[in-house]
């Protein structure tokens, strides 16, 4: 057979309780394999076959069923429809390929305790489904995940541009707030997601909070994507993404790639990993309220050209796995150390470590790693690097940049053999004697500002590397990146400022609160991060300028209402600039003026 419910905008086709209105009133919208499926043309436009578009389904999901919408071995399309309050919200079983498209569906329930499984707002469990555009929000869930659940995928699966908030899963295991993927053997790719204040907690390490892969024969392909404000419960599991099971068994791979991952309550990324690749590139993994990055297990892994930064307690911390190779990374002002290598081997270089803090900037205990062509400088941690291998071992820690030239400084800053018997040497010469141009730039430095009424000079020190090609300057009138300011004159934010190390920003609206911050480029066309923001307001215009004029009218005087900020002031006449008034009211023109009008 088929369904083709098609309402409009404005007058959507309802399904919903003839009695009650509570979740789980009715049972369910049953499509099976002898229902005709939703066929589309090339450009991907609805055809013809069975359709749910611009339709209400609400209070479902009783009886024993697994969805308000259950779906068995048939692909209808789902569009434009609002799926809420319902006791599970879409249930499939190896579909062909379901298309889920711009759909709201939220405040889906479910019953019993964390040994039941049922919930979630979207569960495929085998086949394939695109879902894009919708809007997953308040779902709830035991032993899956509360937003959207991948079980088995066996065919190409896409997850893209939805928004997934406040889901909530729980379990003995799993309990996943935003996305569950297991056991898929086809790609799945989760794709330009915005996932944010979603929560999973269970037993047996098989939490996640924004997204979390276990089990996965086939890629996961996980690309820009938002992920933030995600929290989990036990503690030590990621609230951002999530790969394997803790010590419990399970394990996954992944591809993470240009993802930013930041506010979450525990850590950014953690993976378990079996033996698959794991490459995690290009992402921003930021305040996050532990672990930038913790590596658990496995085999083969490249973290490569990410920010790390500003995470509450390592950037990236190893307990174990082999093959790692950590390069171009920029890791910096994390607050208790920038790396953390407990275990595993593999290769630390060309990365910018910098701005780190507590015991040291990088912590080590064993020699199955070589740490090279790095700049590791102007960290606030006591030691640069800490190694904390047995005695007669020795780390190989050559060609790096530690900030400086001199020899005992650089070993002050290194903790070793020198400093405690029982420890290994760290041999850190030959050094460099100059940044290492593989490294990411650093983020400039020594950023301030002087403003007008609407005008600010921005002033900086130049970069120490020796590649630098010029600047970029973000403004905005919002606080933390992207800033993503407009109207000034010379453009919106960014602008290409040069390669210089002064710039003046005009056109800007006087009273009104800017935030800037400055990148770096080398001539590879790298980026930094961005330095320490300055947060800065155009003066206003004095008021009540009043003017008093003596008896022959040449040398007058005049006062004004002080400007909050202003550190100074300057009187005009006519085109002239007269000398700097200082932070006054009251001025007197000195040198007499020629008969005439005058504009002051």
């Given at each position: 057979?088929?369904?083709?419910?098609?309402?409009?905008?404005?007058?959507?086709?309802?399904?919903?309780?003839?009695?009650?209105?509570?979740?789980?009133?009715?049972?369910?919208?049953?499509?099976?394999?002898?229902?005709?499926?939703?066929?589309?043309?090339?450009?991907?436009?609805?055809?013809?076959?069975?359709?749910?578009?611009?339709?209400?389904?609400?209070?479902?999901?009783?009886?024993?069923?697994?969805?308000?919408?259950?779906?068995?071995?048939?692909?209808?399309?789902?569009?434009?429809?609002?799926?809420?309050?319902?006791?599970?919200?879409?249930?499939?079983?190896?579909?062909?390929?379901?298309?889920?498209?711009?759909?709201?569906?939220?405040?889906?329930?479910?019953?019993?305790?964390?040994?039941?499984?049922?919930?979630?707002?979207?569960?495929?469990?085998?086949?394939?489904?695109?879902?894009?555009?919708?809007?997953?929000?308040?779902?709830?869930?035991?032993?899956?995940?509360?937003?959207?659940?991948?079980?088995?995928?066996?065919?190409?699966?896409?997850?893209?541009?939805?928004?997934?908030?406040?889901?909530?899963?729980?379990?003995?295991?799993?309990?996943?707030?935003?996305?569950?993927?297991?056991?898929?053997?086809?790609?799945?790719?989760?794709?330009?997601?915005?996932?944010?204040?979603?929560?999973?907690?269970?037993?047996?390490?098989?939490?996640?909070?924004?997204?979390?892969?276990?089990?996965?024969?086939?890629?996961?392909?996980?690309?820009?994507?938002?992920?933030?404000?995600?929290?989990?419960?036990?503690?030590?599991?990621?609230?951002?993404?999530?790969?394997?099971?803790?010590?419990?068994?399970?394990?996954?791979?992944?591809?993470?790639?240009?993802?930013?991952?930041?506010?979450?309550?525990?850590?950014?990324?953690?993976?378990?990993?079996?033996?698959?690749?794991?490459?995690?590139?290009?992402?921003?993994?930021?305040?996050?309220?532990?672990?930038?990055?913790?590596?658990?297990?496995?085999?083969?892994?490249?973290?490569?050209?990410?920010?790390?930064?500003?995470?509450?307690?390592?950037?990236?911390?190893?307990?174990?796995?082999?093959?790692?190779?950590?390069?171009?990374?920029?890791?910096?002002?994390?607050?208790?150390?920038?790396?953390?290598?407990?275990?595993?081997?593999?290769?630390?270089?060309?990365?910018?470590?910098?701005?780190?803090?507590?015991?040291?900037?990088?912590?080590?205990?064993?020699?199955?790693?070589?740490?090279?062509?790095?700049?590791?400088?102007?960290?606030?941690?006591?030691?640069?690097?800490?190694?904390?291998?047995?005695?007669?071992?020795?780390l190989d820690a050559t060609n790096n940049w530690w900030g400086t030239t001199v020899e005992s400084e650089i070993k002050a800053k290194i903790f070793d053999f020198n400093d405690n018997i029982t420890k290994g040497v760290a041999t850190y010469s030959p050094f460099l004697t100059s940044p290492d141009t593989s490294a990411p730039p650093s983020p400039p430095t020594g950023l301030s500002a002087t403003s007008s009424a609407t005008s600010l000079t921005l002033t900086w020190t130049a970069n120490p590397e020796g590649d630098i090609a010029g600047y970029k300057l973000y403004y905005d009138t919002k606080t933390g990146p992207p800033y993503q300011g407009t109207g000034a004159a010379q453009g919106n934010s960014p602008i290409n400022v040069g390669n210089v190390a002064s710039f003046t920003l005009s056109g800007l609206t006087t009273g009104t609160t800017y935030y800037l911050a400055l990148t770096a480029l080398d001539t590879s066309a790298n980026e930094s991060w961005y330095s320490q923001a300055k947060q800065v307001t155009p003066l206003t215009v004095p008021s009540s300028l009043s003017r008093t004029t003596p008896d022959n009218n040449?040398?007058?005087?005049?006062?004004?209402?002080?400007?909050?900020?202003?550190?100074?002031?300057?009187?005009?006449?006519?085109?002239?600039?007269?000398?700097?008034?200082?932070?006054?009211?009251?001025?007197?023109?000195?040198?007499?003026?020629?008969?005439?009008?005058?504009?002051?």
């Amino acid at each position: 057979g088929i369904l083709i419910a098609k309402g409009t905008p404005t007058q959507p086709i309802t399904f919903t309780a003839t009695t009650g209105a509570t979740p789980g009133s009715w049972a369910f919208i049953n499509f099976t394999d002898s229902s005709a499926d939703a066929t589309f043309n090339t450009q991907g436009n609805y055809v013809s076959g069975s359709i749910l578009q611009y339709a209400k389904v609400l209070y479902g999901g009783g009886g024993g069923a697994k969805g308000a919408i259950q779906i068995s071995s048939a692909s209808p399309f789902i569009d434009h429809s609002e799926i809420t309050n319902n006791q599970g919200g879409i249930y499939a079983t190896n579909p062909s390929n379901l298309h889920v498209s711009n759909n709201t569906i939220s405040d889906t329930t479910r019953f019993g305790g964390n040994y039941d499984t049922n919930g979630s707002g979207l569960t495929l469990t085998g086949g394939s489904a695109t879902i894009t555009s919708n809007t997953f929000s308040n779902n709830k869930a035991y032993q899956r995940a509360g937003g959207i659940t991948i079980l088995n995928a066996n065919a190409a699966t896409h997850i893209s541009g939805n928004t997934i908030t406040g889901n909530k899963g729980d379990g003995n295991s799993p309990g996943v707030g935003g996305v569950l993927v297991t056991g898929n053997s086809a790609t799945v790719t989760i794709r330009n997601n915005t996932i944010s204040n979603n929560s999973g907690s269970s037993g047996y390490a098989g939490a996640g909070g924004g997204v979390k892969v276990i089990n996965n024969s086939a890629d996961v392909i996980i690309e820009d994507n938002i992920l933030s404000n995600n929290s989990v419960s036990p503690d030590w599991v990621a609230a951002g993404i999530d790969i394997g099971q803790g010590g419990f068994g399970p394990t996954g791979h992944a591809t993470i790639l240009n993802n930013t991952i930041t506010g979450n309550a525990n850590t950014g990324i953690q993976v378990v990993g079996d033996n698959g690749t794991n490459t995690i590139t290009g992402n921003i993994i930021s305040n996050n309220v532990s672990r930038g990055i913790y590596i658990a297990k496995g085999n083969t892994f490249s973290i490569q050209n990410n920010t790390i930064e500003a995470n509450g307690e390592y950037g990236l911390f190893v307990s174990s796995g082999s093959n790692l190779t950590i390069s171009g990374n920029t890791i910096q002002n994390n607050t208790n150390g920038g790396l953390r290598l407990e275990g595993g081997s593999g290769a630390l270089q060309s990365n910018t470590i910098m701005g780190n803090n507590g015991t040291s900037a990088i912590f080590i205990n064993n020699t199955n790693w070589t740490i090279n062509n790095n700049n590791i400088h102007s960290n606030n941690a006591n030691y640069n690097l800490y190694y904390d291998g047995v005695s007669g071992t020795t780390l190989d820690a050559t060609n790096n940049w530690w900030g400086t030239t001199v020899e005992s400084e650089i070993k002050a800053k290194i903790f070793d053999f020198n400093d405690n018997i029982t420890k290994g040497v760290a041999t850190y010469s030959p050094f460099l004697t100059s940044p290492d141009t593989s490294a990411p730039p650093s983020p400039p430095t020594g950023l301030s500002a002087t403003s007008s009424a609407t005008s600010l000079t921005l002033t900086w020190t130049a970069n120490p590397e020796g590649d630098i090609a010029g600047y970029k300057l973000y403004y905005d009138t919002k606080t933390g990146p992207p800033y993503q300011g407009t109207g000034a004159a010379q453009g919106n934010s960014p602008i290409n400022v040069g390669n210089v190390a002064s710039f003046t920003l005009s056109g800007l609206t006087t009273g009104t609160t800017y935030y800037l911050a400055l990148t770096a480029l080398d001539t590879s066309a790298n980026e930094s991060w961005y330095s320490q923001a300055k947060q800065v307001t155009p003066l206003t215009v004095p008021s009540s300028l009043s003017r008093t004029t003596p008896d022959n009218n040449s040398k007058p005087t005049f006062t004004w209402n002080s400007v909050s900020g202003a550190a100074s002031y300057e009187v005009k006449v006519d085109v002239a600039n007269y000398t700097n008034a200082g932070n006054v009211i009251t001025y007197t023109i000195l040198a007499a003026l020629p008969d005439g009008s005058h504009v002051f």
